[in-house]
């Protein structure tokens, strides 16, 4: 990998597609020459220059600006330089060629190419250089990912707050305190013939509890910001003509599904994300559940099944209308049922109650009613969703997180309580307190990058886009 980045890379850092401007952007050392061969002049560092970019025959291809960042003063802490010419995809290809082709050129009085080596970038290559330039740590780089992806305002808003590092901050205090904490503790181990006891002059139990406190503070945070980014998958499940299609309509605020009174309208998946105070849910509709000759519905309902296996909660959807029904109660008991068998405990199914709007009076199990026709009752679904996500925090106090963080927190949590045991058992345990403090400062450091395998790298950048 490491010989890997010593390449010099470039790539079209803009979005595939017609606008307004595009950005071919080239990281590297020494890109003089190849300023000079593009540009046909040097340029100035850190300024816009308005200049032609030039092909093989010193003809131009496009005229734009041309940014050149000097080492280490860049986004990925090499020599930087972005061309800024109009956004089509014909324009962005011919200077990305030209690049490729003025970087293989020598010029009169150098036997050497102008930029040995340089290729296309791969995807992330130049957030993970600004990694590994240390220009940023690893939770700050995931965030540029996280707030271009950003499907909420909260969300690109905590993403933001992560690129700055509030995140890292806060990941850092913790470091920092439990490094304190192993200091004492490899004092007392190292000098075992003093009569001073470090741990219990310096109140280690008090530092140990007081870090774990701090911990679940951050851990809920943290928590909150995987939810901001990941989301919730909730499946709306029922009989047919229960009102489902209708209910993702309401949700959503658009017709997505059509509704008709005709029943098994609805024959695979119909899915749309929407947010609630600023969390992304991903709301999707599903066959009506029942016995069925048909095969096209068949495929239908075992599509229905697969997504409700896969969901976070089930919005399992009954009809006033027809409650009183014995066979309708039944098939509904069945599917009750089943859904018990399939689905794991950490799974929320809701009962809901539609149409609410066309009975006078409601059965007394109809603790969650609704109309999704009028939207009476709608408010209180959504309150309800977000109690089920386990959202608590309001967006500004929250930073953007990925699951990989919330487990490592997870794995620090877990040291830090069988470093307390050891820690209150007697002084003999000493070398596994001493152990267990190492492995949860390990655990920290992999949410910022300072222990972080090459492999976990690689799967992290490889999901961001290409130029970035």
Not at 49 to 76: K, M, N
Not at 139 to 148: G, W
Not at 170 to 192: G, K, S, W
Request: with cysteine; proline share 3%; charged share 20%.
């Amino acid at each position: 990998m490491l010989a890997r980045h010593q390449d010099p890379i470039v790539a079209i850092a803009t979005a595939a597609g017609r606008g307004a401007v595009g950005i071919v952007r080239v990281s590297g050392k020494k890109l003089d020459r190849l300023i000079q061969a593009l540009c046909g002049r040097q340029l100035q560092a850190r300024t816009a220059t308005y200049t032609a970019f030039l092909d093989a025959a010193g003809q131009p291809i496009d005229r734009g600006l041309a940014i050149y960042f000097c080492a280490p003063h860049s986004f990925t802490g090499e020599d930087v330089l972005e061309l800024q010419a109009h956004g089509g995809p014909v324009v962005l290809q011919l200077l990305l060629a030209r690049c490729l082709q003025a970087a293989a050129q020598s010029d009169p009085g150098h036997a050497a190419p102008r930029l040995a080596g340089l290729r296309l970038a791969q995807p992330g290559e130049f957030s993970e250089r600004a990694f590994l330039n240390d220009k940023m740590d690893l939770a700050q780089a995931e965030a540029i990912a996280d707030l271009i992806d950003a499907s909420t305002e909260a969300a690109a808003r905590s993403a933001a707050r992560s690129l700055s590092g509030a995140f890292s901050q806060e990941i850092q205090r913790l470091r920092d305190a439990l490094i304190h904490l192993r200091m004492l503790v490899e004092a007392t181990l190292d000098f075992p013939e003093e009569e001073i006891d470090f741990l219990r002059q310096a109140d280690a139990h008090g530092q140990l509890s007081k870090l774990q406190q701090t911990l679940q503070a951050v851990l809920q945070r943290a928590r909150q910001g995987a939810l901001l980014r990941e989301g919730i998958k909730v499946v709306i499940a029922g009989q047919p003509n229960a009102g489902k299609s209708s209910l993702l309509n309401a949700l959503a605020g658009a017709e997505l599904a059509i509704v008709t009174p005709i029943a098994g309208t609805t024959r695979d998946k119909v899915q749309q994300t929407i947010q609630i105070e600023g969390v992304p849910l991903h709301v999707i509709d599903t066959a009506g559940l029942r016995e069925s000759e048909d095969e096209v519905e068949k495929i239908g309902i075992a599509h229905a099944w697969d997504a409700i296996e896969a969901a976070d909660a089930v919005l399992f959807l009954h009809d006033l209308t027809r409650i009183d029904a014995i066979d309708y109660r039944a098939a509904d008991a069945v599917i009750a049922q089943a859904l018990a068998q399939k689905l794991p405990a950490r799974v929320s199914v809701i009962d809901i109650w539609n149409k609410a709007d066309a009975v006078v009076a409601r059965p007394r199990e109809a603790g969650l009613a609704l109309s999704a026709k009028t939207g009476a009752g709608l408010d209180a679904l959504r309150r309800r969703l977000l109690a089920v996500a386990g959202w608590q925090s309001a967006p500004e106090g929250v930073y953007i997180a990925r699951e990989r963080h919330v487990q490592a927190l997870h794995r620090v949590a877990g040291h830090l309580l069988e470093a307390s045991a050891h820690l209150a058992a007697n002084a003999q345990l000493l070398d596994l307190l001493a152990e267990e403090l190492r492995l949860a400062q390990n655990a920290l450091s992999e949410i910022t990058g300072e222990f972080t395998s090459d492999e976990l790298l690689g799967v992290i950048f490889s999901k961001f886009c290409i130029g970035k």
